[in-house]
């Protein structure tokens, strides 16, 4: 059995899109085609003209219909600075004669995680398990069927400002598409490009775009932190242009077709405009307690954004002791370009979705939301 999967990526001032195929017997998954529609009314998923985003959209979905032969899964990548994110923890007492922990008792350990004095504002879009603890035994993976007096759960909770969220609903189904499924980008990007041992080390996953960009920290294998900062590689572009005395619009277009390598002169601007953005990162990721007690040793980046000078950048400026660039490279794909790392956010967000599902319903909030919340929380754990 086959399924269709579109992934709709907003960026700065542009709609990524990707469709692939991922066949259930064979569990592999071919890319068949990918778009990318100029949007300035969009900034991140912040929506800054309703009925122009519309019409991107619907020129976005009209070039990839050709495509599908059926009813795709569409997901969307909740990125920009009205998420937030936390680590949590959730209690639930046994009951009954034997004690033994029940899918039941999860559920529960996992929804009183969520803090009960949640600004109104906010809505959780995501809710991901991290560990659980029975009877002070940490470390379990799956308590479903032990003895115990009491469970613990350990969570990283995402959060959106709820006026922006619905927006993107409202543009979305005004496009046309009423069902979807949404994920923090960054944690589709963690999922996907960090290695096993990578997460069991410090390491700092790194997500540059133009306007925007991701980060998460990992320590022993728990995602100890997240962020979402407003600003991006249009740094290096502005200090390129002030260098060279350029208009903006030339400037971008100059970096396009520039080859790191080229031209010494002009890697040294481009060196030091990293740097200069590397140091605005660190900067902002300096303000939070997980970041100076867990400081990285290496990182991996990815994004429109992210080139061998910003990676250089970011070894020097955060200290690291690797650093390297990913990418979807290793997967089918009906044209090379397919893979871009333009596109390395959507087919991040395809595998993801693939994997797990989405936690995020467009209901207005949890409390209303909570059973088909939680059912799908837990299918991430094979517990359901």
Request: hydrophobic share 40%; glycine share 6%; charged share 20%.
């Amino acid at each position: 059995m086959s399924q269709n999967y579109i992934a709709l990526d907003f960026g700065s001032g542009k709609i990524s899109a990707v469709l692939s195929v991922y066949d259930e017997n064979t569990g592999t998954c071919r890319v068949r085609h990918a778009a990318a529609e100029t949007c300035p009314s969009v900034s991140a998923c912040y929506i800054l003209d309703f009925d122009k985003t519309v019409r991107a959209l619907n020129r976005l979905f009209a070039r990839l219909n050709e495509y599908v032969s059926f009813t795709p899964t569409v997901v969307v990548g909740l990125r920009g600075d009205f998420l937030s994110f936390r680590r949590s923890g959730g209690f639930q007492p046994i009951a009954g004669k034997d004690r033994i922990i029940t899918e039941q008792d999860v559920r529960a350990a996992l929804d009183n995680s969520v803090p009960a004095n949640l600004d109104e504002n906010l809505d959780v879009v995501d809710l991901l398990p991290q560990s659980f603890t029975v009877d002070g035994k940490t470390g379990v993976q799956n308590p479903v069927g032990l003895a115990a007096n009491c469970l613990d759960a350990e969570t990283f909770i995402s959060m959106g400002l709820k006026t922006h969220l619905t927006n993107l609903n409202r543009v979305l189904a005004a496009a046309g598409c009423e069902d979807f499924e949404a994920v923090p980008t960054v944690l589709a990007l963690c999922d996907t490009l960090l290695k096993p041992e990578e997460k069991q080390n410090n390491v700092i996953l790194l997500d540059i775009g133009a306007a925007n960009s991701s980060a998460a920290l990992y320590h022993k294998g728990l995602l100890e932190g997240a962020w979402e900062l407003p600003f991006g590689a249009d740094i290096i572009v502005q200090e390129v242009a002030d260098v060279l005395q350029n208009d903006l619009p030339s400037t971008r277009s100059l970096l396009k077709e520039y080859a790191y390598g080229d031209d010494e002169i002009m890697d040294d601007v481009l060196d030091d405009a990293a740097v200069k953005l590397l140091k605005a990162i660190k900067k902002e990721l300096l303000q939070t307690l997980c970041f100076i007690k867990y400081p990285p040793s290496q990182a991996v980046l990815c994004g429109g954004g992210a080139d061998i000078n910003v990676k250089n950048a970011a070894k020097n400026i955060l200290n690291l002791r690797r650093a390297r660039l990913a990418a979807h490279d290793d997967l089918i794909a009906d044209s090379e370009d397919l893979l871009s790392p333009g596109y390395t956010s959507a087919l991040s967000l395809v595998l993801y979705s693939q994997k797990h599902g989405s936690t995020y319903e467009q209901q207005p909030s949890l409390k209303g939301k909570a059973a088909g919340f939680f059912d799908r929380v837990l299918s991430k754990l094979g517990l359901n």
